[in-house]
């Protein structure tokens, strides 16, 4: 096993962010799993507003956090097209 990696890239351009959209990977696709994401999120934080639930609230925060990664990475992606 070798202790070099090769850095990804995302939308062209060579970044350290955890949670991008890899090259190669169709925009409708990265669309649909955003969508799916986001119905999870909105799930969570109906849970803890209506059962007070503070995990299901932590995580929707975390998972809004990733959400907003990938919605950032495919505008970076888009406006590289443009």
């Known amino acids: 096993m ?3 990696f090769e850095p990804l890239t995302t939308a062209g351009v060579e970044q350290t962010d955890l949670f991008t959209v890899r090259p190669g990977i ?3 696709q990265a669309f649909d799993e ?3 994401l986001l119905g999870c ?3 969570l934080t ?3 507003e209506m059962e007070g639930d ?3 609230g932590s995580a929707a925060r975390i998972l809004s956090s990733l959400a907003k990664a990938l919605i950032n990475d495919m505008e970076s992606g888009i406006n590289r097209l443009r």
């Open 26 to 28: 169709p925009l409708a």
């Open 34 to 36: 955003l969508s799916v």
């Open 46 to 48: 109906d849970e803890a």
């Open 54 to 56: 503070l995990q299901a």
């Open 41 to 43: 999120i909105r799930h």
């Open 2 to 4: 070798t202790d070099d």
